[in-house]
C-alpha cells in the first residue's frame, strides 16, 4: 500500500514533471473510482496543471481553473506518468488524463478489489472535504506531539495507523517505526516510559524522512511498479534481524501480517497470529 514516503515522492516527482503541462483530455475508465460527478472531468479539457501535492496518503492534483483532483490509491494504487497513453485493453486505468505532446498522467490499480477512488472539486474545498477534513496531523514532517502517542490505552501498532490521529502511516511504516523505536506492537500507549515516548516519537520522523531520502537518490521518471523500498522488518518473516541477528517473526492476520523482533522488541516473547496478542504489554 503506498504510505506518506510513496505518495510523496509521488508527487515530487511526478508533480514536479507535469506542473505547467495541457490537459487534452480526461477519462475515468475505472468504473466506480469517481466520487463525484459534479463537475465533470470534461472540465477539465484545455485547463493546466499547476502541482501536486500529498496530505496524508491522499494525493492532490491542482489545476489553473481553480478545481483539484482529489485521490486515495488505496491498497494497490498507482499514479504514473506515460510517454504514450493506454491503449484499450489496459485493464488496470482508473484515470486518464491525457496531456499534450501525448503524455498520459495515469491512475492505475492491479487486483480485484478495485478500491482506489477519485474526486474532482474546488480547490477552496480540498481541507472540507470528509476524507481530508478527518485526518490527524501529517506524521511527517515536523515533531509528533508527545501527547499524540502517549494518551490512550491503545496497542501501538494500531494506534500509529490511525489516521485520525496521525496521517499517512500504513501497515509497512508501522512495522518499521516500531522496530527501529524498539517496542512492542502490542504495547499500550499509556503504559510507555518517557524515555520510550521520546524513542517512538524519534523513530517516526527518522523513518519516514529516511526513506523519502532514499527515493530522491534511487528513483526516476517513469516510476517502476513496485518501489525498492528501503525496510529493515516488514516483509521479511524468517530473515535475519539486521540489529540483533536474530530472526524475525510475525503476527498473521486474514489480509495482512505484522512484522516484530522478538529479541529487541517483546522482550523475546513470540506471537503466532492475532488470537494471542492481548499476551503481549
Not at 46 to 52: A, K, P, Q, R
Request: glycine share 8%; hydrophobic share 35%; proline share 6%.
Amino acid at each position: 500500500m503506498p504510505e506518506l514516503p510513496e505518495v510523496e515522492i509521488t508527487a515530487r516527482l511526478v508533480g514536479d514533471a507535469v506542473a505547467g503541462a495541457k490537459v487534452e483530455s480526461v477519462l475515468a475508465p475505472g468504473v466506480n473510482v469517481m466520487r463525484s460527478f459534479k463537475p465533470s472531468l470534461d472540465v477539465l479539457n484545455g485547463d493546466e496543471i499547476l502541482g501536486m501535492r500529498r496530505r496524508g496518503k491522499l494525493l492532490i492534483i491542482d489545476f489553473a481553473s481553480g478545481l483539484s483532483l482529489l485521490t486515495h490509491l488505496m491498497s494497490s494504487g498507482k499514479l504514473q506518468l506515460f510517454e504514450k497513453r493506454a491503449g484499450s485493453r489496459d485493464r488496470t486505468s482508473r484515470v486518464l488524463i491525457r496531456l499534450d505532446e501525448g503524455h498520459e498522467l495515469r491512475i492505475r490499480e492491479t487486483g480485484t478489489r478495485q478500491r482506489t477512488w477519485a474526486k474532482l472539486m474546488p480547490t477552496g474545498e480540498i481541507e472540507e472535504d470528509e476524507a481530508v477534513a478527518k485526518l490527524g496531523p501529517d506524521a511527517w514532517p515536523g515533531t509528533v506531539a508527545p501527547e499524540l502517542v502517549s494518551d490512550t490505552n491503545r496497542p501501538l501498532y494500531s494506534l500509529l495507523r490511525d489516521q485520525q490521529t496521525l496521517a499517512g502511516i500504513g501497515r509497512t511504516w508501522a512495522d518499521e517505526i516500531l522496530w527501529t523505536a524498539r517496542l512492542s506492537p502490542f504495547k499500550r500507549a499509556d503504559d510507555m516510559e518517557a524515555e520510550e515516548i521520546y524513542r517512538l516519537i524519534a523513530a517516526i520522523p527518522d523513518r519516514l524522512g529516511g526513506a523519502i531520502s532514499f527515493y530522491e537518490e534511487e528513483l526516476e521518471l517513469p516510476l517502476p511498479d513496485k518501489l525498492p523500498r528501503p525496510l529493515k522488518i516488514h516483509g521479511r518473516e524468517g530473515e535475519i534481524c539486521p540489529r540483533c541477528g536474530g530472526t524475525i517473526h510475525a503476527v498473521h492476520y486474514k489480509d495482512y501480517i505484522l512484522c516484530y523482533c522478538p529479541h529487541g522488541q517483546t522482550n523475546g516473547q513470540s506471537l503466532k497470529d492475532r488470537r494471542m496478542s492481548r499476551l503481549l504489554k
